[in-house]
């Protein structure tokens, strides 16, 4: 290898780190996923403001739990056994996986179990038979799965993206020009995949969206200077919402922008429901954290300040929560605070389990609650 080709590696090699860099702190604001770890704890009183009732509780034994959560149950990964639990918390079926670096997730149809470290992933139907799986010889950086099961997956460097059907073809394979990916998308008819990139040229980066079909043609795309866009979502067959660290758009299929909201501070953490209702916590110009929400046609609802830091942010079809260390705030879909639970131990996870239902994650310890 002459000189100049040394020298070229080693500036790549110091790009990507930069990138791995600046993208891992936003992408933890983010909270993608979620690990569990500690020591027993006993059963936890809670300080209500209004009236939820725990339905059941589930002990683990390992010091790390992975969860999946769904309107049709639970998924739990937990000392290399992944079970899944019906809306009762029976356990329906057990299988053993040895993983590096677990990672669990659902959808309508299927439950899906990666080791991201070796780049492994099975994917399961909720009977817990395995549909296909797949081994790639990279780490797994980005697995998303849309309404008629299309998976994509991306490493954790570079630029290289594959979508495999429902039944695990491959069906495309994407190397965008320039860039890491951050994030990607597929459109529910399978026609779109949206793919976030970030850029740095002289020192100074820049985020693009770009769209392409199936046969991995560009079919729009946009560039956003000094802009990190960390997550992207398609609402129905083509519309894209993305976040930003500083607001949040929509845009169509061609790349036009239909609506664009910012934000007076730092996006840190947001989810987004099936409708395309926004729900996030920012980080205000004096300081401050504020959860607020952007419904399906990009209108700000109510803005309630958080005063403790928030650690996730999650969304049903009917409420948001923010959970911080301590406490967890609902909100129903106009942005106003319905009830705060509270508890004497710490938080260390959660999400929504169906409309009305709610997951409190503890030290080895996972808690179920009705809220209504």
């Known amino acids: 290898m002459n000189a100049e080709k040394r020298k070229a590696k080693r500036k790549k090699k110091r790009r990507i780190r ?7 702190v936003v992408i933890a604001a983010a ?11 006993p059963d936890v009183p809670f300080l209500k403001s209004f009236e939820p009732v725990r339905l059941y509780a589930i002990d683990t034994v390992g010091n790390s739990a992975e969860t999946a959560i769904r309107d049709k149950g ?17 356990s329906v079926w057990e299988k053993t996986f040895e993983a590096e670096n677990p990672r669990v997730f659902a959808d309508e149809n299927h439950i899906v179990f990666a080791d991201a470290e070796k780049g492994k992933l099975w994917r399961m139907d909720y009977g817990g038979e395995t549909v296909n799986s797949l081994e790639k010889d990279f780490p797994l950086g980005g ?35 320039k860039g890491y990916i951050l994030d990607a998308a597929i459109s529910d008819n399978s026609s779109i995949v949206a793919v976030s ?43 894209l919402k993305a976040l930003a660290n500083d607001g949040v758009f929509s845009m169509s299929r061609d790349g036009d922008v239909e609506w664009e909201k910012k934000i007076e501070g730092n996006l840190s953490r947001a989810d987004i429901n099936d409708s395309g209702y926004i729900a996030m916590v920012f980080e205000k110009e004096d300081g401050k954290q504020a959860y607020l929400g952007i419904d399906e046609n990009g209108e700000f609802t109510d803005e309630t300040e958080i005063e403790e830091e928030a650690s996730i942010v999650s969304l049903s079809g009917r409420h948001g929560a923010v959970f911080t260390n301590k406490a967890v705030r609902i909100f129903d879909m106009k942005g106003r605070l319905e009830g705060v639970i509270e508890s004497d131990f710490e938080i260390e996870g959660g999400g929504w389990l169906g409309d009305d239902r709610i997951m409190l994650v503890y030290e080895n310890r996972m808690e179920i609650m009705d809220i209504y």
Not at 18 to 24: A, T
């Open 18 to 24: 930069w990138m791995r860099l600046l993208v891992s």
């Open 31 to 41: 909270g993608s996923w979620y690990f569990f770890s500690g020591g027993k704890i």
């Open 74 to 90: 639970l998924a739990v990964y937990d000392a290399g056994v992944l079970t899944f639990y019906d809306l009762d918390g029976v």
């Open 143 to 177: 697995i998303y799965q849309n309404r008629a099961s299309y998976l994509l997956y991306f490493g954790q460097e570079g630029n290289q993206l594959d979508v495999i059907d429902n039944k695990g073809k491959t069906i495309t394979e994407i190397t965008v020009p």
């Open 197 to 239: 990139t970030l850029s740095i040229e002289n020192e100074k980066y820049y985020s693009s969206i770009l769209f392409y079909n199936l046969d991995g043609t560009v079919m729009a795309g946009n560039r956003y200077d000094g802009e990190i866009i960390f997550r992207a979502f398609f609402t129905g067959m083509d519309e």
